[in-house]
């Protein structure tokens, strides 16, 4: 039987948006940005590969990257897995640059961007894989629609601490407007989600 091949979707503003960071002084940590989302994403399909689980769709947004299984619904447990193998590519690819690459500006860069993206996505929030693995765990443990009420209010505050965050950056250091938009739009999100419960 012939395995299904993977279509990659990426949304114009993604692009647009690279693009246009390229074009500014900060392109090298875009660059180290890029390098470790793709490392993040290789760490999901890694998993998926030893679990034999085929992937329909790679997804690429504003917001960042969501993968579809084909074919088959997941257990817990291999969502678990599935959810988990990203955050641990990122968390590892930030510790290796230090010691193998030297103290250069991007090693730097690269293992900041890695720890920040592997530290943001294990955040118990809805669609981030923290948000997935608490609840294919509290789904095993206390069943699907408890599962769901947890998840909502810890997705809420989360964002609420993350929103926080961003404008005592804006207002104390001067930096943060891009933190502040993410977590606005994830809040957007969040509510739109919840609206068409």
């Not at 399909?45 to 088959?72: E, F, H, N, T």
């Not at 690819?93 to 900041?112: E, H, I, K, M, T």
Request: net charge positive.
């Amino acid at each position: 039987m012939r395995k299904p091949k993977m279509h990659v979707r990426v949304a114009p503003a993604a692009v647009t948006l690279f693009l246009g960071m390229l074009l500014t002084d900060r392109s090298l940590l875009c660059l180290a940005a890029l390098l470790a989302a793709v490392f993040h994403e290789a760490g999901h399909l890694c998993a998926a590969r030893l679990m034999r689980i085929p992937m329909k769709s790679l997804q690429l947004d504003l917001l960042g990257a969501r993968l579809d299984a084909a074919g088959r619904m997941l257990s817990y447990g291999e969502e678990w897995i599935l959810c988990m193998a990203g955050p641990l590519f990122s968390l590892l690819l930030a510790a290796l640059p230090a010691p193998f690459w030297g103290s250069s500006l991007f090693a730097r860069q690269l293992s900041n961007a890695s720890l920040l993206l592997g530290a943001l996505n294990l955040l118990p929030i809805r669609s981030f894989d923290g948000g997935r693995m608490l609840s294919a765990f509290l789904s095993v443990t206390i069943g699907e629609r408890n599962a769901e009420r947890i998840l909502t209010c810890s997705s809420f505050l989360f964002l609420f601490l993350l929103w926080c965050f961003s404008v005592y950056c804006l207002l104390r250091v001067g930096d943060g407007l891009s933190l502040m938009c993410f977590s606005m739009s994830l809040f957007s999100r969040f509510f739109d989600a919840a609206g068409s419960v």
